[in-house]
Each structure stands twice: as structure tokens, then as C-alpha cells.
């Protein structure tokens, strides 16, 4: 049984550039959600995907976007990038949309120069 | 909307000492919560939740809905204990999705 795996690990970017990270969910679990998160901060939920829409979402811009595959893999695209979208992405899958048989991933720590 | 506070950053006990560590929150309805923790250069995951009522590796948390506190307590700390714990909370919808405090992070001292 795999668990979650992130990519890429590091990136770093340019303010008004767009990124694109990506989350494999553990074997068998069908809702991926992500989370941001600060330095000095807990995990902040962005949005939900399940179904391949998305199910639910935080208080983030429209310019966080994301995509669901029909293998439960998931990208988190973020447009326009800000200084302050540098954190640590974190992806965590589930069997359905309950809160409480989260895996997470390592994450992708994002940083905007 | 609903918020989790985590009053400690940092906490630092000797071993065998008794740990508490603390969690407020707030929301109107009946939220699910949890203990999350994250040793050194491992992942996020649970430790615990209110609904199953069971202990981990000694630890145990008690919902107090007077009090809208969740505190985690190990009578025993050891060493493997040190690593950064968050509380989160979970409301009924259709997402789900965690409403984390800002985590605490207890060293277990020698």
C-alpha cells in the first residue's frame, strides 16, 4: 500500500508566475484535499476534491485552482503568484469526504522570490 | 465560523513529568476534534479523536464543551513523545475539511 506522494519536494518561483504541484492519493482513498501551510502556522484548508470536482473550499482566491483525475490524483494550480504564497503545500487524501482518515503527504514547500 | 487556539508554542517537560497540552476552540455547533502530530522529518498524522474515546501511546484528550476545550494529556512523558502536535476540528458538511491551531511544539527534556 503506497501513501501519498508530493511533487516536486522544493520550488521556487517568481512573483506573477504560475505553479503547478501534484498530489498521488493512497491506494484506494478517492477525495484529495490540500492545504496551505505558513511558517509558524497549522495546515490552512484550501479546497476538497472529490469526484473530480471540487467539494468544498477555503478562504483562497480564484487564483488557487485545482484538478481531480480519474485516478484520484490531483495538481493545485496557483496563477499570479505572491510573496505570500510562499508555505508548505500539503495534500491529504481520504475514503470520502469525512475529516477524519486523512493521510497527508510530505508536501511541497513552495517559495516566491 | 469556527477557530482553534493553541495558547503554548513551545512546551518543554522533563521525562516522566506529566504533560498537558492545551486546545480551545470555538464554534457554535458539536465539531469533531482531533489531535494531529508531526515528529522530525516525518509527515502529519493522527494522533487521536474525541469520538473514538481511545488512548495513544499514552495519550488521552478529553472534550469539554463547557469549557469548548480539547486539551491532550500523558500522565508519563518520554523522549519519542518530543514533536509538534496540532489540534484541529472538523464540523458536519459536505467537505469535511480541518480547522487546525497554530501547533505546539513539546520537547520531552532527559
Known amino acids: 500500500e503506497t501513501g501519498v506522494t508530493q511533487s516536486p519536494t522544493h520550488l521556487i518561483k517568481t512573483r506573477g508566475q504560475q505553479v503547478t504541484l501534484r498530489c498521488s492519493s493512497q491506494s484506494g482513498h478517492n477525495t484529495v484535499s490540500w492545504y496551505q501551510q505558513a511558517l509558524g502556522q497549522g495546515p490552512q484548508f484550501i479546497f476538497q476534491?472529490?469526484?473530480?470536482?471540487?467539494?468544498g473550499r477555503g478562504n483562497f482566491p480564484p487564483r488557487f485552482s485545482g484538478l481531480q483525475f480519474p485516478n484520484y490524483s490531483s495538481e493545485l494550480n496557483v496563477n499570479a503568484l505572491e510573496l505570500d504564497d510562499s508555505a508548505l503545500y500539503l495534500c491529504a487524501s481520504s475514503i470520502g469526504t469525512g475529516g477524519y482518515g486523512y493521510t497527508f503527504g510530505s508536501g511541497t514547500r513552495l517559495t516566491v522570490v | 465560523a469556527q477557530r482553534v487556539t493553541q495558547p503554548e508554542k513551545l512546551l518543554s517537560v522533563f521525562k516522566g513529568a506529566p504533560v498537558e497540552l492545551k486546545c480551545n476552540y470555538s464554534?457554535?455547533?458539536?465539531?469533531?476534534l482531533f489531535w494531529y502530530v508531526q515528529y522530525s522529518r516525518q509527515r502529519l498524522q493522527l494522533l487521536l479523536r474525541?469520538?473514538s474515546r481511545e488512548s495513544i501511546k499514552g495519550f488521552t484528550a478529553d472534550l469539554n464543551k463547557g469549557e469548548t476545550s480539547f486539551h491532550l494529556k500523558k500522565p508519563f512523558a518520554q523522549e519519542e513523545d518530543s514533536a509538534m502536535y496540532y489540534c484541529?476540528?472538523?464540523?458536519?458538511?459536505?467537505?469535511?475539511?480541518?480547522?487546525f491551531g497554530s501547533g505546539t511544539q513539546l520537547t520531552v527534556l532527559p
Open positions: 484541529a476540528l472538523s464540523v458536519w458538511g459536505s467537505a469535511r475539511q480541518l480547522t
Open positions: 474525541h469520538i
Open positions: 464554534y457554535s455547533g458539536s465539531p469533531e
Open positions: 476534491y472529490y469526484r473530480e470536482e471540487e467539494n
